[in-house]
């Protein structure tokens, strides 16, 4: 018995990117049973070459977060602590740094319930995801708190304030991994030639599919189509924690006509993801950075974030494919037909 699990994997593209962070054309690989996928996305990347700029790629930011639990006697402690710790984070940066080169201590949040303080730690991790690193050097600051203030107590290394696999409103709206947005103009004659629609349908359905049929469903600081099918088949080819698609698909997607040309949009704020660390160093993983241009010398964090604006350029190529698909009565059970079933 094989002791390798054999998941199907295609590269799709090209398609055209630009922004600073990465330009020119790209491909990107997917691990998916999901086939018909490989084809959907690939639409979305031929649009792409037929215009002028290609996709947008923007980093908004770039942190990891692990969040600590101490325990206080009592509520008044638990300010008067805190209070001190944001009069002075000096020694909390300083017990996070000590634990690697490469992590930084960069933000703190906190939450008090009753006598318990929660203390949300953002980090630098440079090109790693960065779970264990963050981890390590939480456990560093939680250790110097502790010293420092002889009234906490230990209660947990994690909180679920970081929220690490959960879909959180804190993720949404602080960003956990990097933050990413993809944009896209595409003219009314590319849809119709490409995506079969024009650009009024496709956003009157991004409206009443994506933002109130996922309100009605109490979505989470989210509104996309199938944004976790991408992040999934992303994930899985580059060496990633898969089960972080759990906040990663915390997406937006937007869509609006201007001057007659659709603009076309994905936010991803919790992108978790490295070019180092576990899972990279895999064949397979490492031939597929190779191939995407991630594996040499680069300041720190770089190849990290290009990474990242490589999956959001097939997140947003995937997203544009399905809404159009589903603009038209019967396209997308007829593709999966044909591709899944042969039929």
């Known amino acids: 018995m094989s002791d390798a699990a054999q998941i199907p994997m295609q590269f799709v593209g090209p398609m055209r990117v630009s922004g600073g962070l990465i330009e020119g ?11 018909p996928l490989w084809p959907s ?25 692990r ?45 008090i319930a009753g006598n318990l303080l929660f203390l949300r730690l953002a980090f630098k991790t440079g090109d790693a995801a960065g779970h264990n690193m ?57 849809c119709r ?14 409206v009443r599919k994506n933002l109130i049929g996922t309100l009605l469903a109490g979505g989470i600081r989210s509104a996309n189509a199938h ?7 992303f994930y899985l ?25 659709l603009y076309f949009s994905v936010t991803l704020p919790n992108l978790i993801m490295g070019t180092v660390g576990n899972g990279k160093g895999l064949p397979f993983v490492q031939e597929n950075l190779k191939r995407m241009g991630l594996t040499g010398e680069e300041k ?11 999956c959001a350029a097939a997140v947003l190529c995937g997203e544009l494919s399905l809404l159009a698909a589903q603009t038209n009565p019967g396209e997308l059970m007829q593709a999966h037909r044909r591709i899944e079933r042969g039929a």
């Open 227 to 233: 944004v976790a099918n991408m992040l999934l088949g």
């Open 134 to 190: 963050c981890t390590q050097a939480a456990e560093a600051v939680m250790n110097h708190l502790l010293e420092r203030f002889p009234s906490l107590s230990y209660e947990s290394i994690s909180g679920n304030f970081c929220s690490d696999k959960k879909a959180t409103v804190v993720n949404g709206i602080l960003g956990r991994g990097k933050y990413v947005v993809a944009e896209l103009t595409v003219s009314e004659k590319l």
């Open 67 to 111: 969040s600590i639990l101490l325990e206080a006697p009592d509520a008044g402690e638990a300010v008067r602590v805190l209070q001190q710790i944001e009069a002075d984070d000096t020694g909390l940066k300083e017990a996070a740094a000590s634990t690697g080169r490469f992590v930084q201590l960069i933000e703190l949040h906190s939450q």
């Open 41 to 65: 996305v690939n639409r979305g990347a031929r649009v792409s070459m037929y215009t002028e700029k290609g996709i947008a790629i923007t980093l908004v930011d770039d942190r990891m977060s």
């Open 300 to 310: 720190p964090g770089l190849n990290a974030q290009k990474l990242a604006g490589q």
């Open 193 to 206: 030639r490409f995506l079969k629609t024009s650009p009024e349908r496709l956003v009157q359905l991004n």
């Open 237 to 261: 080819a580059t060496g990633q924690d898969a089960a972080n698609i759990v906040e990663g698909s915390q997406a937006i997607t937007f869509a609006e006509v201007r001057e007659g040309a």
């Open 25 to 35: 054309e790209i491909d990107v690989p997917l691990a998916t049973y999901e086939t």
